[in-house]
């Protein structure tokens, strides 16, 4: 098995978890990304692969914990303990406090913050027993302004947020980061919030290790 160490990302996407990838990547680390869909993925991958990067797929649903379970068994058995989680999946679906239903609160709740938990707990106790590792989830400036328009993202963020926030004082002292990059605006590649430049957050917060929360605003 690899010595290089292991980077999960779960919610992968051509954004934000691509930027990750390839800074931690090019940096030493193996790269697996988790994702619902398979084609997409795969397209992240082959560019990964030719820069070159060491980097896997795992199908797995972030709203269904028994599938999020079931990925990182796979991730433990393969390639061993996982020692950099970054938890990048969301549900973003518009719709203010007056059209959003019960259910749908509870749909978009599973990704955007319960998926978290579940992700975390599972690379948590070989942290805990190897004193070491880090946690990062990716959160948003409407967990601090609530954006009336996204309403039901604005409490998954900001209760990702104050996960984040409880976990870091939890394990701290167990020698594990956790840290928490909240993006004010929309992702985009050439603009302020490029996700290379995102990513380079990402790797000087795991560098230092010394702030556990930096709002990513222009």
Do not use: C
Not at 55 to 70: L, M, R, V
């Amino acid at each position: 098995m690899s010595h290089k160490p292991l980077l999960v990302i779960v919610g992968s996407g051509p954004g934000i978890s691509a930027g990750i990838a390839k800074k931690f990547g090019s940096n030493g680390f193996r790269v697996i990304l988790i994702s619902r869909t398979e084609p997409s993925r795969e397209r992240i991958l082959e560019e990964l692969r030719q820069i070159p990067i060491e980097s896997y797929g795992i199908t797995a649903d972030a709203s269904d914990p028994n599938s999020i379970k079931e990925a990182f068994k796979q991730i433990k058995n393969k390639f061993g303990a996982t020692d950099v989680l970054v938890y990048n999946a969301a549900h973003i679906v518009p719709g203010d406090s007056l059209s959003l239903t019960e259910q749908l609160l509870i749909e978009d709740f599973k990704v955007n913050t319960v998926g978290a938990l579940t992700s975390a707990q599972q690379v948590i106790p070989d942290m805990i027993e190897r004193k070491q590792g880090a946690l990062f989830f990716t959160g948003g400036g409407i967990a601090l302004n609530p954006n009336p328009l996204y309403t039901s993202l604005s409490i998954g963020k900001a209760a990702i947020r104050s996960l984040g926030t409880s976990m870091a004082e939890t394990l701290s002292p167990h020698g594990i980061y956790v840290g928490q990059v909240l993006i004010a605006d929309h992702v985009k590649k050439g603009t302020y919030y490029d996700p290379d430049r995102i990513a380079d957050v990402y790797w000087e917060l795991y560098s230092k290790k010394e702030q556990r929360e930096y709002l990513f605003k222009e």
